[in-house]
């Protein structure tokens, strides 16, 4: 067993990971929330996991309480449920680019799968590969995401800083 609660620098917070995806591994990744891992679920995973082409890809699974629960909707710029709930990634990663596009199509089927078990198809920003405009709006929710396109227009109107998690400045 291990603990990883335990002051660390936050650069070896940020590196923490950097083994599971050494540079230059190619990954597509969608993220759900779910409120339960019930016995549909599961076997949704069963059904689905086997499926993966990789050996890199991974479904880390992280259940979101305490203090995440105990701070209000709107006292962060980050949006999402305040909640109890589960955080998946389902994340294909390939050292080929010509296998991307299975693993891709795997992702993808699992995350279908999945989206009758979760109230929308909200999940965590960082999960996303793809940040489809809908998607954005319903994570953080309506009044953030137009309170965050106002504050684009006044510091990026041109949208220069896109290729994130962009959501478009307001007109």
């Keep these: 067993m291990f603990d990883l609660v335990t002051p660390m620098p936050y650069t070896s917070l940020q590196q923490m990971l950097d083994g599971a995806a050494p540079w230059g591994i190619m990954c597509y990744e969608k993220g759900i929330y779910l ?8 076997r949704v995973f069963v059904e689905h996991y086997p499926r993966k082409t990789s050996p890199l890809s991974v479904v880390p699974i992280q259940l979101l ?3 995440y629960t105990r701070v209000g909707e709107d006292e962060t710029a980050f949006g999402g449920r305040r ?14 680019a010509e ?9 993808r ?15 965590y920003m960082n999960h996303m590969s793809e940040y489809e405009e809908d ?3 319903a994570t953080f929710g309506p009044a953030k995401h137009d309170r965050l396109a106002r504050i684009k227009a006044v510091y990026d109107p ?3 800083f896109h ?9």
């Design 65 to 67: 309480r305490g203090a």
């Design 109 to 123: 089927a699992f995350w279908e799968a999945l989206r009758p078990y979760s109230r929308d198809a909200t999940g």
């Design 158 to 160: 041109d949208n220069v």
């Design 83 to 96: 909640k109890g709930t589960w955080s998946l990634s389902i994340a294909g990663q390939v050292p080929e």
């Design 35 to 42: 409120d339960d891992l019930s016995e549909d679920v599961i």
């Design 135 to 137: 998607r954005m709006r």
């Design 163 to 171: 290729l994130n998690a962009n959501i478009k400045p307001a007109i």
């Design 99 to 107: 296998r991307l596009e299975a693993e891709r199509a795997w992702v």
